[in-house]
């Protein structure tokens, strides 16, 4: 049964994705009484669908994002065909003010941000926002990278990175985008505030090259809770189950996930006694020695933060911050790229990846990891959809802006360069597709060495 979720979670994270985006195209074009010949969901040749009035809802054969086909739009002809030609004159989109069509390509991305906020907003309303504690050192790993910069049990960490008064969300996040390059920290230490640098450890996984700090934040004691134990792993054959939270580890009372994560991680090829609150009893279990991928019992651990009620006004706050922490890190992943520190294949994954993505979501938070994988997914889908790239929405506003400057001195772009451009685009957009597809491929089957962050992938429309 659980094979069959997967795709299934799939299908409606990409599929939701998709849709939302085009139906933000769609609606402002309705609602401007602009001509919707097509609404396709996926490209190349229609599989099956229905019409109503004079649109064409249809599912098409390559699912690598969807379009909507505006009558009098000619300018992704070769993706979506040319337009019928019984139009009336005030129904085409090429005929309408440059800001109605400015608005109709801005409204995808935007449904797609709204989308991306919608979600944690909704989280929070219903279930309250975490109390993040504030990031306080519990417990420094001999020799790790946390006790090599010098950090000691209670200091607390006031800046790092360059961000003042981080939550351990941003900590971590610029630790693992940072495997063994220099971090900058203040840290206060009894009142007395001290300046320090750290290095993440580089450790890989799966091929996949990471930072850790090497250090255990103190989380108040909340309880570390396994949402996950993988089948057949040394995890199941000890008799842990989803849902047992662990208490002790070895002689050690557990504080945090991160601090049961370590043990393990210190204690390769040993057996881990562990001490589980199951449905209110003691239970006591002891693994055996044999792990996954070298250190790994095959458990998803994470700490059960309490959660505080929420208004419209935190619940917005909370909202906004998760989701510039996401641009926050996409913007850090791609600028290394840019800069050498990262290379475009282990940055950018295609379908083959979001699969894997979804179903990482799946299997430790069930509907919650879907959610919070779709609002990633738009929000990634929204953003590089206005990029100035021809084809895309960000391409369709950046000509038109061109054209509305050229205007002001009498000057047009013609229809062969328009045409020229455009074909530049698709080419572009084509290549992005199958270099993903490979790319996924080549990660899957052909391994890598360098840390597999996507940010994106192959956009729709």
């Known amino acids: 049964m659980g094979y069959l979720i997967y795709p299934l979670a799939f299908i409606f994270i990409l599929g939701s ?4 985006h085009e139906f933000g195209h769609f609606i402002v074009a309705k609602l401007l009484k602009i001509r919707v010949e097509t609404f396709s969901v996926g490209f190349g040749p229609r599989l099956f669908g229905f019409k109503k009035g004079h649109t064409d809802y249809r599912v ?15 300018s992704n002809a070769p993706l979506e065909g040319q337009s019928a030609v019984d139009i009336p004159p005030e129904e085409m989109f090429n005929l309408r003010p440059r800001y109605q069509r400015i608005m109709v ?28 504690p504030t990031p306080v050192v519990s417990y420094v790993t001999p020799g790790g990278a946390a006790d090599q910069a010098g950090l000691k049990l209670g ?23 940072s495997p063994g390059s220099p971090l900058p920290m203040q840290i206060d230490r009894g009142g007395q505030q001290i300046n320090m640098t750290i290095r993440p450890t580089v450790r890989t996984e799966n ?26 792993s040394p995890a199941e054959d000890a008799g842990l189950k989803h849902g047992d939270q662990v208490t002790a580890v070895g002689d050690q009372q557990v504080r945090s996930s991160a601090q049961v994560t370590e043990y393990i991680r210190n204690h390769d090829g040993q ?12 239970v006591q279990v002891t693994t055996g020695t044999r792990r996954i991928n070298g250190s790994k019992l095959g458990i998803t651990i994470g700490d059960q933060l309490p959660l505080q009620k929420a208004g419209i006004g935190v619940a917005s706050t909370y909202a906004v911050q998760s989701n510039l922490q996401i641009i926050r890190l996409t913007g850090k992943a791609l600028g290394q790229v840019f800069t050498g520190q990262r290379s475009v294949r282990n940055t950018l994954s295609g379908p083959i990846g979001i699969y894997q993505a979804a179903q990482k979501s799946v299997e430790i938070s069930g509907w919650d990891g879907v ?3 779709l609002g990633f997914l738009s929000l990634n889908l929204g953003i590089f959809n206005l990029l100035p790239i021809p084809v895309l929405d960000g391409g369709a506003i950046f000509l038109l802006l061109i054209e509305g400057m050229l205007a002001l001195i009498g000057l047009s772009i013609s229809t062969a360069v328009r045409d020229r451009i455009q074909q530049v685009g698709f080419v572009m957009v084509l290549l992005l597709m199958v270099f993903v597809i490979t790319n996924d491929v080549v990660k899957k089957f052909g391994g890598g060495s360098e840390p597999e962050k996507p940010p994106a992938a192959a956009p729709a429309k």
């Open 371 to 373: 959610f919070s994988m």
């Open 207 to 232: 091929g996949d090259s990471a930072g850790f700090l090497d250090f255990i934040p103190d989380y108040g004691g909340v309880p570390a809770v396994i949402s996950d134990v993988a089948p057949g």
């Open 60 to 74: 098409s054969a390559i699912p690598l994002g969807g379009y909507v086909k505006l009558g009098g739009d000619e």
């Open 17 to 20: 994705a998709v849709v939302l």
């Open 271 to 282: 057996g881990i006694p562990l001490t589980l609150n199951r449905g209110g009893q003691s």
């Open 155 to 177: 200091d607390r960490i006031i800046s790092f990175n360059g961000n003042s008064n981080p939550t351990w969300e941003v900590i971590q996040g610029d630790a693992l985008l």
């Open 105 to 132: 390509a801005l409204a995808g991305p935007v449904m797609n941000i709204l989308t991306a906020l919608a979600i944690p907003f909704a989280a929070a309303m219903i279930y309250g926002v975490p109390a993040t």
